[in-house]
């Protein structure tokens, strides 16, 4: 069974920074494309992100490019998303999801806040 459970959701202020996890079991981890979504107050899921099997991340949209980092660790089937600078646009439910530009399937979310 695909199990995708990410964290580090929370409280930030505006121009600050948090890192994202999700770990994924279930499946082959090292060699599978993985990707990031998100879900803005109001909004429909969008993808903000997929980094491949040996972690590179061959694009961003507009919305988080510049700002915005993925990595992974296959040893620890983890990825990662790094935010910067964030915004009050940026308050989201953030997901990993399974497979490259994907929204789905994705885990339950991690709840970012951004706000002074």
Known sequence: EVQLVESGGGLVQPGGSLRL???GSG???????????RQRPG???EWIGTINSAGIVSS???SVKG???GSRDNA??????????VTAADTAVYYCALGPNS???????????VAS
Not at 27 to 37: L, V
Not at 103 to 113: C, E, F, M, N
């Open 103 to 113: 929204i789905s399937p994705r885990g339950q979310g991690t709840r970012v806040t």
């Open 27 to 37: 499946f082959n981890f090292g060699i599978t494309a993985m990707s990031w979504a």
């Open 43 to 45: 909004k429909g899921v």
């Open 76 to 85: 620890n089937n983890m990825v990662y998303m790094q935010l910067n600078n």
């Open 60 to 62: 961003y949209p507009a």
């Open 67 to 69: 700002r915005f980092t």
């Open 21 to 23: 996890a999700c770990e």
